[in-house]
């Protein structure tokens, strides 16, 4: 859940940084295309969680499918952490 | 020990007929039409149509984004007048790599940049499609005057228009890029076209 709530807090700095302005209420199934975030904002999410988790997963993983739902992009930091690579 | 980083490559190359009934598909999302100067559903045959005229229309260039070679996206290129091409694009696949719409950014002036007969290289965006707008502005678009909309979803709109002198991203592609998130920066070196 902290792994979660730091995505989702960092989505909100990203955005409000990135002038993107998120959709009201952002769930598991929220595809991440229309969350209101821009292209640039989640270059930026991604780079700001590799500079507080310590991992990219999109560069430092074999990521067979990227995700598309915001559930998605939270288990493939979660898979990172565990060091996972499925 | 720092970990080894790999970056998506991001091929282009020109549509087929292959490609048809895939891109069918994605230019009928709804997400893809609203964005769109026709917001129409096109048919299988208008598609086809539109694919026959393509191939001896050379004015215009469609190519197909494949993301380590998944297909995934569409960029395309028409001559406006001398010296000047219009660009379009959009990303059929919702599962892409953080960052992919920068990548056809930069792959649009890119492949413009390349061709030295070429000095600018024009867009035209919804002005309701915010998230466009402020990438062309990131990278230096200027802005010329709007062109009159229509009426989409009951509200109004203009067409924001935009023109990028090529010589500038000739001379500071490299400036521009630093601004940008570094794997940003790292998967731009990737972009191929054939």
Known sequence: MKLEQTIRNTLAQVATIA?????ADITDDTVLL?????????????????????IDPFSQMQIAVYPRTFAEFVTIYRQAQQGGNE | MTAIKTY???????????DLERVWHWR????IRRNMHNDATISWEEHLSWFDKLQSDESRQVFIFKQNDRPIGV???????QGVIEWGCYLGETDVWPGSGLL???AALDYAAAQIELSSLYAEVLSFNQSVVRMHEFFGYQPLPDRPGQMRNDEPYVVNVFSYELNEWRKNRTRVLARLPKQICAAADLIQFT
Request: aromatic residues 6%; proline residues 2%; charged residues 15%.
């Open chain 1, 19 to 23: 002038n993107c302005e998120l959709i």
């Open chain 1, 34 to 54: 229309q969350s209101g975030l821009d292209s640039l904002g989640f270059a930026m999410l991604v780079a700001q969680l590799e500079e507080d988790l310590g």
């Open chain 2, 8 to 18: 998506p490559i991001s091929h282009f190359s020109a549509l087929t007929a292959a």
């Open chain 2, 28 to 31: 009928n999302q709804s997400e």
């Open chain 2, 75 to 81: 960029l395309n290129f028409s001559h406006r007048s």
């Open chain 2, 104 to 106: 056809l950014e930069i």
